[in-house]
């Protein structure tokens, strides 16, 4: 069975980093044509899905164009875990933060994809 | 970076009628290599994370009702659920995997007439 978990603080202050953690069981996220690939999304509270960055099985790394800047992401494959981080928080990051899984490969070739599996969201306030 | 739109923002349909999504997205999602397209349909409900109901514009997940279906290619996408459920009352988004960085739609809200 595949699951996802996020955690981090509930409430950061104006101008901190923000540091999450997405643990993972039931796939991995290493190994040959492994194709597995974890993203980070959030939503602020009434609004639409955005995707914010994502990591794949061979470690490459992608971004959410407008806030790559802000955002790290890794991963601790012996730990089963995806980490974010985005630096100097303001209000409007107040959201609640997923992470998902996606990816396939079919014979030799590994393929993007719908974001299968989801974890229940971690919600994170910042304020003063 | 590739722009998902969809119409409308808000829907009501009576029990047991068709609703119907829209999505287009800003350039092809279509990869000429495999045939495929590159888009995804999610629906949320409250207090819930989305919950991915169509792979590849068309393809429904293991699970999901057949009264969901997906189709278009290319820019031009629909989400059409053909005999409305209580249960189906929920936003529902379309995403593109086409490219990073990924992109959602702004949802559709579906409520009952």
Known sequence: ?128 | DIVMTQSPDSLAVSLGERATINCRSSQSLLLSSNSKNYLAWYQQKPGQPPKLLINWASTRESGVPDRFSGSGSGTDFTLTISSLQADDVAVYYCQQYYNTPYSFGQGTRLEIK
């Open chain 1, 1 to 128: 069975q595949v699951t996802l978990k996020e955690s981090g603080p509930a409430l950061v202050t104006p101008t901190q980093t923000l540091t999450l953690t997405c643990n993972f069981s039931g796939f991995s996220l290493s190994g040959h044509n492994n194709g597995m690939r974890v993203s980070w999304i959030r939503q602020p509270p009434g609004k639409a899905l955005e995707w914010l960055a994502r990591i794949d099985w061979d470690n490459d790394k992608f971004y959410n164009t407008s806030l790559k800047t802000r955002l790290t992401i890794s991963k601790d494959t012996s730990k089963n875990q995806v980490v974010l981080t985005m630096t100097n928080m303001d209000p409007v990051d107040t959201a609640t933060y997923y992470c998902a899984r996606s990816g396939y490969c079919t014979g030799a070739t590994c393929y993007p994809s719908g974001m299968d599996v989801w974890g229940q969201g971690t919600t994170v306030t910042v304020s003063s």
